[in-house]
């Protein structure tokens, strides 16, 4: 199960640099994670700072 990013995300970016597998990267109006990268580690999560970023 992978990790997903909702529409409150604000495009800050924080995540981003969290993820060790590269999986989020900008999509056209917010961040996106790649779910076939995604390890489910929860790094992102944690520095989300409007809680954006949820397990599936």
């Known amino acids: 199960m992978a990790y997903v990013i ?26 996106v994670i790649d ?6 580690c929860g790094a992102c999560e944690s520095v989300c700072p409007v809680g954006a970023i949820s397990p599936e």
């Open 35 to 40: 779910a076939g990268t995604c390890i489910d």
């Open 6 to 31: 909702s529409d409150s995300c604000i495009s800050c970016g924080a995540c981003e640099g969290e993820c060790p597998t590269g999986a989020i990267s900008a999509g056209d109006s917010q961040y």
